[in-house]
């Protein structure tokens, strides 16, 4: 494999998956404010003495009702002044990985004060929305963060613009993700066969990261702990103790400590951790049930997170779909490719995924999070089985067409287009309950 002819495509996919699997401590919508709260109070001197925030629809509804890491309380206030008290604004999405008990303390005690608030921009034309005003005594700045968790489009000090990001300049620099629409699936498999293994060894931290976020998960009883529920089923006889129960314990329990608010990074995909955890965990279990060495790992990792990916390129940001699914989709891939390696049984396993779990609804991130995340990896499994037994979701049923490329472009138009109204229904309802 490491004297095939290079393919300057392939050089593509490696910046891509840098650029989209990267480590992420806590649930990505509240860090992202955090990361503008963190920016904006780097531009100050002086103690903080208050944050307001504008958020738009999307990145409220994903940080209502998930912990911020550390601090065991819920939701974007916190997320907002402890990254204005205690974050690292070079930290990116691990943000608040070295925040100190005194800027915890500092900022609960904040919130208690009526220091902190957090209301919706509107209008507001982007799905991915953050901007943080930061006050001390006598100066403020501001950061806004638009269409990706970590893009800083603008910085303010006492109403000044210090930092704009220019749209000629920032559209001239190509987005790797753009080549992704002119690639094929056929193009990731050859790509993941035939790379040098060294240029894709890295791909094995999102398996050495995630596996140690799922045994925090199973060591004690974090958000609705399915993975130490599961397990304890498993002992007592009531769920057999088989390679497919392990795909689901393993891969719950990362998503248990990352929503109940683990100190530890999960390894994200398309600027979620719970993607991350899906496509890296099911793969991983079932690489050591085969017993196989790093480089088949690498490359079936390589193939997950990249088909990921490259589903995901055609979805918003952030919509009404719950994209464990599609990550998932990125994890039979994967899996398909140890079993089996042909690209006819992995396109049977994917279509069969979009047959069976395309109308999951993303209602916010939450504990519950984790209980998508086992259903989609559970679906992945089941969908493997059945392909390497050549039996699959047809073009004949549903949204299912008989090329799996069709396939998931008919899946990313209704989540692009019809579930919108769906996304803003979610939203209305969660926004009645606060």
């Not at 840098?18 to 001197?45: D, H, N, Y």
């Not at 559209?171 to 240029?199: C, G, H, K, M, W």
């Not at 918003?316 to 039979?332: F, H, I, K, V, Y």
């Not at 559970?378 to 969908?383: F, G, L, N, R, V």
Request: aromatic share 4%.
């Amino acid at each position: 494999m490491s004297d095939a002819k290079w393919n300057p495509e392939w050089e593509r996919f490696i910046q891509i998956v840098r650029q989209e699997v990267k480590p992420a401590l806590g649930c990505t919508e509240p860090v992202s404010l955090a990361l503008a709260s963190a920016t904006a109070a780097a531009q100050l001197s002086g103690r903080i003495e208050r944050v307001a925030c504008f958020v738009s629809p999307n990145l409220l509804k994903n940080g209502m009702g998930v912990t911020v890491p550390g601090t065991g309380m819920v939701g974007l206030p916190i997320a907002a002044a402890l990254g204005a008290l205690g974050g690292d604004a070079a930290a990116g999405l691990e943000v608040l990985k070295a925040a100190s008990p005194e800027a915890i303390a500092d900022a609960k005690a904040m919130l208690a004060e009526g220091r902190v608030c957090v209301r919706l921009q509107d209008p507001c034309s982007e799905i991915l929305y953050a901007r943080a005003c930061v006050y001390t005594a006598d100066s403020h700045a501001s950061v806004t963060i638009e269409g990706d968790h970590t893009r800083i489009v603008r910085i303010e000090k006492q109403g000044e613009t210090v930092f704009q990001l220019c749209d000629q300049v920032d559209e001239s620099r190509e987005d790797p993700l753009v080549s992704l629409s002119q690639a094929t699936l056929r193009d990731i498999l050859v790509f993941i066969e035939q790379a040098p293994f060294e240029r894709i060894r890295f791909i094995l931290d999102a398996a050495r990261i995630n596996d140690a976020l799922s045994r925090e998960g199973l060591s004690r009883e974090w958000g609705l702990h399915i993975g130490t529920t599961l397990q304890k089923q498993c002992d007592r006889g009531l769920l057999a103790k088989d390679l497919s129960s392990a795909i689901v314990i393993r891969t719950s329990a990362a998503s248990d400590a990352r929503m109940g608010g683990a100190s530890l990074p999960a390894m994200s995909n398309s600027g979620s951790g719970n993607q991350g955890i899906a496509a890296t965990l099911p793969v991983v279990v079932l690489a050591e049930f085969l017993g196989e060495g790093d480089e088949r790992l690498a490359r079936a990792l390589m193939l997950s997170h990249l088909s990921a990916i490259y589903i995901h390129s055609q979805l918003p940001r952030l919509s009404a779909l719950c994209a464990a699914t599609t990550a998932a989709m990125g994890a039979a891939a994967g899996m398909t490719w140890l079993m089996d390696g042909r690209y006819e049984t992995l396109a049977s396993a994917i279509s069969s995924m979009i047959g069976d779990v395309s109308g999951m609804i993303c209602d916010g991130a939450s504990n519950s999070c984790a209980m998508k995340v086992s259903t989609s990896v559970s679906s992945a499994w089941k969908a493997v089985l059945m392909a390497l037994d050549e039996t699959a979701v047809t073009g004949k049923e549903g949204i299912v067409a008989h090329d799996v490329e069709q396939s998931i472009a008919n899946l990313c138009a209704l989540a692009s287009r019809a579930m919108q109204e769906t996304d803003r229904q979610i939203i209305d309802i969660m926004a009645h309950k606060a």
